[in-house]
């Protein structure tokens, strides 16, 4: 132990310049735009497979979680093949999502697994084990068979990271299953199994455990995909909105697999959207 102290004291300058040094990079990636991409690039693929090495050992220690996940997924699919039903979205292999009348978009889904996932921070994000060499693209739905999990920001060759619906800057369009009014689910940044839904006025009857899903509002995700239950309601002080917080249905905490959402007629609305601006 004195050897140990002994050392550090002698070559504590080195040590303090490599503090200093290790705060500085810190601070210039931290407020610069540029600078914090550029870093990002650069070590996505080496954080990357870093990540796919440690969620291995994690998955080694969790796989009978998994496999009773697997097994109730397994019965509920041969249960719906029995009843002669159309395959849904949450299927184990890529598919394509049935449309009805109403809803002309082709979906496709891309299995992936998660290797990296914060939930503690107030803007959290993840990563899975695919990228552009896998056809997913940055504005990317992501589901998992409980429902949403977020969106696709930035890929790479095998990797991509996704913006996590436990993220203050990432409002997902909603509606009441019931009543089908429109609203936005945005996260507060405390809790991570309860959200806020926001814009809908008291005139709305809403109960709890009423469901809340997606709205069709958006290209990114197929609608009345689960969101959330409705945990509270009551009108705010001046009784123009309520406030609505709804328990969250995907459990953050032990995301293993995912779906990655491929809208084969998102580039034709997209191009839509651009050429006609004053519209939308």
């Known amino acids: 132990m004195g050897q140990l102290l002994s050392f550090l004291y002698r070559f504590r300058a080195f040590f303090t310049f490599l503090l200093l040094e290790f705060f500085c990079i810190w601070l210039i990636v931290r407020h610069n735009d540029?600078?914090?991409?550029?870093?990002?690039?650069?070590?996505?693929?080496?954080?990357?497979?870093?990540?796919?090495?440690?969620?291995?050992?994690?998955?080694?220690?969790?796989?009978?979680?998994?496999?009773?996940?697997?097994?109730?997924?397994?019965?509920?699919?041969?249960?719906?093949?029995?009843?002669?039903?159309?395959?849904?979205?949450?299927?184990?292999?890529?598919?394509?999502?049935?449309?009805?009348?109403?809803?002309?978009?082709?979906?496709e889904l891309i299995p992936a697994e998660i290797v990296r996932n914060s939930i503690r921070n107030a803007n959290n994000f993840f990563m899975i084990n695919k990228g552009s060499n896998d056809g997913i693209e940055p504005g990317m739905g992501v589901i998992n068979s409980l429902g949403v999990v977020g969106k696709i920001r930035d890929v790479r060759g095998d990797f991509a990271q996704g913006i996590s619906l436990l993220n203050t800057r990432n409002p997902i369009s909603a509606k009441h299953k019931i009543t089908e009014r429109m609203g936005t689910v945005l996260w507060e940044g405390v809790n991570p199994q309860v959200a806020k839904l926001l814009y809908l006025?008291?005139?709305?009857?809403?109960?709890?455990?009423?469901?809340?899903?997606?709205?069709?509002?958006?290209?990114?995700?197929?609608?009345?995909?689960?969101?959330?239950?409705?945990?509270?309601?009551?009108?705010?002080?001046?009784?123009?909105?309520?406030?609505?917080?709804?328990?969250?249905?995907?459990?953050?905490?032990?995301?293993?697999?995912?779906?990655?959402?491929?809208?084969?007629e998102k580039p034709e609305l997209d191009s839509l959207i651009n050429s006609n601006p004053q519209l939308f």
């Open 34 to 107: 540029y600078q914090r991409s550029s870093f990002t690039k650069t070590t996505a693929g080496v954080v990357g497979s870093v990540n796919q090495t440690t969620a291995n050992i994690t998955e080694y220690f969790s796989l009978k979680k998994v496999n009773e996940e697997l097994a109730q997924e397994n019965a509920r699919l041969k249960s719906l093949l029995l009843s002669n039903r159309a395959i849904p979205f949450d299927s184990l292999t890529q598919l394509s999502i049935a449309s009805d009348s109403t809803d002309s978009l082709s979906y």
């Open 201 to 264: 006025t008291p005139d709305v009857r809403i109960e709890v455990g009423d469901t809340i899903v997606t709205s069709s509002f958006n290209s990114i995700f197929p609608k009345e995909i689960m969101i959330g239950t409705v945990r509270s309601s009551e009108p705010d002080k001046n009784n123009t909105y309520l406030n609505i917080e709804i328990d969250l249905s995907v459990e953050f905490g032990s995301l293993s697999f995912v779906y990655v959402i491929k809208n084969n």
